[in-house]
């Protein structure tokens, strides 16, 4: 049975989301610290001869540091989905480096996944599915260039509720961060830091609105 791990989190669960670097300093250090990867984990990916990378940015050092901890070992096959630009020569380094593979971009990999699992019955039945709304938030935040469109979206589908003051809210910190942004007062890791914040909370108040 193959084995999926959320490296930085599940969106669902707001406790294991790794949104700031002082959440991902403490993931590199129980990483490489003693007792290091849970045991159960660490036993999993002992018996792992393939693997598979989605959603990886893979030019960041410290997911080459998660890459050597996770499968460091030669003999397992190792294949990257990734539909991200990826440089040329991060590439070459990733293969010399990991032996990693990457699959090319018009392979409908995971639509091919998706069809084998559910024709085997291995689709696991979700909780919590997400509303058409949240879904459609969730695709804005991924494949737009900031974040107004989804925020306009999130006013829409909260107005004459109980959450549209949060959204107003949301639309207010955003502008605020744009602004200090264009002014070059802020540090960009500290910019990163709450914009992935602003992300967090646009997805918790959705996922609300949708259940109101």
């Not at 995971?110 to 699992?117: P, R």
């Not at 949240?134 to 107004?148: M, N, R, S, V």
Request: glycine share 4%; proline share 3%.
């Amino acid at each position: 049975m193959p084995l999926f791990y959320n490296l930085c989190g599940v969106v669902n669960d707001d406790e294991s989301i790794i949104l700031d670097y002082e959440d991902l300093f403490r993931l590199i250090a129980s990483s490489v610290s003693a007792p290091g990867l849970p045991p159960k984990l660490q036993t999993a990916l002992d018996k792992v001869r393939l693997f598979l990378f989605i959603g990886f940015q893979f030019e960041n050092w410290h997911t080459q540091l998660l890459l050597r901890l996770l499968c460091g070992h030669e003999q397992t096959e190792k294949y990257a989905a990734s539909r991200q630009h990826v440089e040329e020569d991060t590439r070459d380094f990733l293969l010399h480096q990991f032996q990693i593979e990457f699959l090319e971009k018009d392979q409908s990999f995971l639509d091919a996944l998706h069809e084998k699992c559910s024709s085997r019955n291995l689709l696991r039945t979700l909780a919590n599915p997400a509303s058409a709304e949240e879904i459609d938030i969730i695709k804005l935040i991924q494949t737009g260039k900031d974040l107004a469109a989804p925020l306009e979206v999130l006013r829409r589908q909260t107005d004459n509720t109980p959450l549209a003051q949060e959204a107003t809210l949301l639309m207010g910190r955003y502008n605020s961060l744009m602004e200090e942004k264009n002014k070059g007062v802020m540090d960009s890791r500290d910019y990163f830091v709450e914009y992935n914040r602003l992300i967090d909370s646009i997805l918790t108040t959705a996922r609300q609105a949708a259940a109101v």
